[in-house]
């Protein structure tokens, strides 16, 4: 009789071990669990991509690429004229100054924007070959390559870009399917005067909703734009 | 004997029977009961419209998950019909599923975004949605810098972005980990799938709205009216669970584009950001960038509080 | 039982469904008036409702921001009102009340027109309600017990499966001049006690459970339901008392109107406390998850369109409350219905437009998009109403013959039924 006894309040125990267990088991996976799909694979698992950090990014520009200036002449095949830098810096002397503390060219390349912190032209621009860029150790860089200079000095944002975080991207998240592209550093950043330019903001919401509150802000006209409770 | 009429009222003397058996009162019973089905028939008279427009096959059909894939695939191709009769477009609704090993998250960087929500706009394009409206699954709010109160946050801004005092935060579903909307829905047509999609079937939903009750970030919508998109602009690529023509009457929601990220390509909202503030990947790749920034930048979600456990991750940069 | 009783009885349950339809449609020029005027309001409702069906959910003024509006508020407020029809139960069955007791048939029919409309409102809300299948279980798909709303579907479906039960029994026997049978209805008016606490405090849940709406995440929301159920319900059978009295010739008895007037004075009072409950929490301290509050009580940011309206229902409660509370006012039909009319005012603006809207407004990121009601949503809204309280009279109208008669059950068989069983002619009654 009183192995019986002792059964009840053991049995009790386990039960209530055993439903605990459960219990926080339930807990611990959240919803997970209970909303897993009947999955039906359709083509390949996904493979570990490439470590995207040591990627080699294939550059926007494609190898070979040459800026010119343009002149705003067409060819006789339609094609826009330019000039390559060497045209006209062959024969001119490098000003090293060029550049430095506001000092603009005075003449030529007279609406160019110059905004880009106390280099001069040459910091980036090679005096040996204008049809080329300069590496701060003085190598010689193609203007194909030239998201190599931004990423000289600006290390954060190239670890960013390089993992994904910065810069524009098409195509496939998953590189074993399909190819990616991306962005230059130059895409968006005019090399001259780097500064993120405003954008006229797009799309913008016309829902009942969206529009209910603009009409209400327009009719307080202290359109402050802290809205402390 | 007490009489059936109330004794308050102005009093009715039962009438004698006539000859033929029918009162004067029994007459405008009858004709007061004809009016009455004449005007029923009247009141209903929209329902004959409506009804007419839908088929018997696509009011029994099962729930997606019940389907065998030849019933889907039977489904869809009558769905392709549907809108090529309706619309003149060809299209292709495929069934996108799941790939095993995976799991998708979400980034936004903060300090790039400019909230120039071209990521609203191709959303609105890639998943057919309502022109009039100009439904998004993405709502972006401009936010007060030094703060992250979203009472503060307004979606009406138009001048030139980025304000040199704000920053822009684009909200969208965040296939939640423990969503609330699954939870609350009576009829399971919505659910949360192995790859961390929560989905919709349309053909399912009831259109009682708790799921949108229960959302803690504004991220589902319903189609308050049939969905109208030029057929030129119609998206042909679709999948069944994303970004098909929707029917009016149910709720739809974002799916991280499901018909392109489960072919390995990236959403469109993503594609679309000129600034690269969008990282997107699979959560179980040790190697993706979605894990890089979730191990090196200082993430947060929204509302964490709440309990949903977002796979919607945003940060700074500093 | 062998096939000739139960061929008798079909054939007696289809008589006496052939009488209640001729007592539905039998009346005095008051009652054809009262009907038509229903009817067509019903009928107004049904067509705006086809339209709504037809044309989708647009045509209302509810939004992605305000997804719920008057039907949902409509809809809370009369499953309360269901749960309040029970009130008189309790003190009748529980405290053997005899003067209750022959009442407690108000309360319950009042019940089954009540989720009637509840479950109406329901339907006009569905974006599409032709997939209704949808739920059930094995044909479709029944997320039960995750879901509240599928606890809500059986709660509600039960109780008025109970009530139609109890009171088609009652009416039935009485037509058959027999005795009812205490087993066959005295165990469900138990369980009907128990049940109609259920039913409001599972629609409670459904809002209460939701973290991403902070007006509704509270504790207190079962509570209140609860007590503004028996404020409800309490002071529509008070002037349903009346108005059976004047216009159906029923003896109401001054005792059971004390009742209900004594359960409402504590109800009342409790629900103040609670309304100062909710705005002292959420107003103290203040905070992101007050907003809803805040919009309600005082406006934000230049959005106040449910200021007058809840501080109406303030007043109208506070109101109701004073003259609710002055000694001998059940003894004063007039001021008595005029309170009941205030009090039942007063919780419909409180639950419904001051307890479904505000909760949307602001929204979960915080935007703040009002909500205007429709042409529409205010004629379904009336359609609703019309066509339960035409399903109210129906019936009342049926059970005339038991209200008027006073202790029914002690005078079975002896007195009124002077013909056999089965004999009652279509037709007049003939009591």
Not at chain 3, 61 to 83: E, P, R
Not at chain 3, 395 to 404: C, N, S, V
């Amino acid at each position: 009789m009183k192995g019986r006894l002792i059964l009840l309040p053991l049995a009790s125990v386990v039960l209530l071990a055993l439903g605990g267990q459960w219990l926080l088991g339930e807990a611990k996976l959240g919803g997970a669990r209970e909303f897993s799909a009947e999955v039906v694979s359709v083509g390949q698992p996904a493979k570990p991509t490439k470590p995207a950090a040591r990627a080699e990014v294939p550059p926007h520009r494609p190898a070979g690429y040459q800026p010119k200036v343009a002149t705003g002449l067409i060819d006789h095949h339609g094609n826009a004229v330019g000039v390559a830098c060497m045209t006209c810096h062959a024969t001119k002397t490098p000003n090293l100054e060029a550049g430095r503390e506001g000092r603009v060219p005075a003449e030529f390349h007279q609406k160019l924007v110059y905004a880009h912190g106390e280099q001069s032209c040459l910091s980036c621009h090679n005096s040996e070959d204008y049809d080329a860029l300069r590496l701060a150790d003085g190598r010689k860089l193609a203007f194909a390559d030239a998201q190599k200079l931004c990423q000289q000095c600006h290390g954060p944002q190239t670890r960013d870009y390089l993992h994904g975080s910065h810069g524009g991207m098409r195509g496939y998240w998953d590189k074993t399917k399909g190819e990616r592209t991306r962005l230059t550093c130059t895409d968006c950043h005019d090399a001259h005067a780097p500064a993120y330019p405003a954008w006229t903001p797009v799309f913008a919401p016309k829902d009942g909703g969206a529009l209910q509150q603009k009409a209400r802000e327009e009719k307080s006209n202290h359109s402050t734009t802290t809205h402390d409770q | 004997m007490i009489n059936n009429t109330p004794p308050a009222g102005p009093a009715s003397a039962p009438e004698a029977e006539p000859a033929g058996g029918m009162t004067r009162r029994t007459a405008i019973k009858a004709l007061g009961a004809t009016l009455g089905a004449a005007a029923f028939a009247q009141a209903i008279a929209p329902l004959t419209e409506w009804a007419e427009n839908m088929s018997l096959d696509e009011y029994l059909q099962k729930h997606y998950r019940e389907l065998s894939p030849f019933d889907l695939g039977v489904v869809m191709a009558r769905m392709e019909q549907i809108t090529k009769e309706e619309t003149g477009v060809d299209v292709h609704i495929g069934d996108y599923r799941p790939q095993p090993g995976v799991k998708f998250g979400y980034a936004l960087n903060l300090s790039v975004c400019v909230g120039c929500r071209r990521c609203a706009k191709a959303c609105h394009i890639e998943n057919n949605h309502d022109r009039p409206s100009g439904n998004s699954y993405i709502r972006v709010l401009e936010m007060e810098k030094g703060s992250l109160d979203l009472a503060k946050g307004r979606v009406n801004y138009d001048k030139p972005v980025p304000h040199p005092d704000k920053f822009y935060m684009p909200v969208q579903c965040q296939q939640c980990d423990k969503p609330p909307c699954v939870s609350v829905c009576p009829v399971e047509a919505t659910w949360k799938e192995s790859d961390g999609i929560v989905v919709v079937d349309y053909n399912w939903c009831i259109g009682c709205r708790y799921c949108e009750a229960a959302c803690p970030y504004h991220a589902r919508r319903f189609n308050w009216t049939k969905p109208q998109v030029p057929a030129a602009e119609i998206n042909p690529d679709q999948g069944y669970l994303s970004n098909r023509l929707r029917p009016q009457g149910v709720m739809e929601k974002c799916t991280f584009c499901l018909h392109r990220s489960r072919q390995g390509k990236l959403p469109a909202c993503l594609e679309a950001c000129p600034t690269g503030a969008r990282v997107f990947g699979n959560l179980l790749d040790p190697e993706s960038e979605i894990r890089w920034v979730l191990k090196n930048k200082r993430v947060f979600v929204l509302k964490e509080e709440v309990g949903t456990q977002p796979s919607f991750f945003y940060f700074f940069d500093e | 039982m062998n096939n000739a009783r139960v061929a008798e009885q079909f054939t007696s349950y289809c008589r006496f469904l052939w009488k209640a339809v001729c007592d539905a449609t039998d009346g005095s020029w008051w009652f054809y008036a009262w009907m038509i005027l229903l009817t067509a309001l019903s009928l107004t409702g049904l067509h705006a409702w086809a339209v709504q069906v037809r044309d989708g959910l647009i045509v209302t003024g509810m939004s992605d921001h305000v997804s719920w509006g008057l039907y949902i508020a409509n809809f809370t407020f009369m499953v309360g009102l269901a749960a309040g029809g029970v009130m008189m139960v309790i003190p009748a069955y529980l405290y053997h009340d005899h003067e209750m007791h022959d009442l407690t048939i108000v309360g319950e029919l009042l019940a089954v027109a009540a989720i009637v409309m509840s479950i109406c409102f329901v339907v006009v809300d569905m974006g599409r309600p032709e997939r209704f299948w949808h739920m059930f279980p094995i044909v479709g798909r029944f997320n039960w017990p995750v879901s509240m709303l599928t606890w809500d579907v059986l709660v509600l479906n039960g109780y008025l499966g109970l009530n139609l039960h109890i009171c088609g029994y009652l009416l039935y026997k009485r037509f058959r001049c027999e005795r009812p049978n205490s087993k066959w209805y005295v165990p469900f008016v138990y369980l009907s006690i128990f049940w109609a606490i259920s039913i409001h405090t599972v629609t409670a849940f459904l809002y209460s459970g939701l973290g991403g709406r902070p007006l509704w995440n509270t504790a207190l929301l079962a509570p209140r339901f609860l007590v503004t159920a028996f404020i409800a319900g309490p002071a529509f059978i008070i002037v349903l008392l009346f108005i059976l009295r004047r216009f159906g010739g029923v003896p109401i008895a001054a005792r059971p109107v004390q009742v209900l007037v004594n359960i409402v004075r504590v109800t009342l009072l409790i629900n103040l406390l609670m309304v100062a409950s909710e705005l002292f929490t959420e107003l103290y301290a203040g905070g992101a998850h007050t907003a809803s509050s805040h919009y309600l009580f005082f406006g934000l940011h230049g959005a106040n369109a449910l200021v007058p309206w809840i501080w109406s229902a303030v007043a109208m409660g506070i109101i109701a409350t004073v003259m609710f509370l002055r000694p001998g006012v059940a003894g004063r039909p007039v001021w008595l219905t005029l309170a009941c009319v205030l009090a039942f005012a007063g919780i419909w603006i409180e639950k419904g437009m001051g307890l479904i809207v505000p909760a949307f407004i602001p929204s979960t990121l915080h935007e703040i998009v009002e909500y205007f009601p429709s042409l529409v949503e205010w004629q379904i809204m009336a359609g609703i109403w019309a066509w339960g309280l035409l399903i109210l009279t129906v019936m009342l109208k049926i059970a005339l013959p038991i209200l008027r008669q006073p202790h029914p059950e002690e005078n079975f068989p002896t007195r009124v039924c002077a013909t056999s069983p089965a004999g009652n002619t279509g037709g007049h009654s003939h009591l």
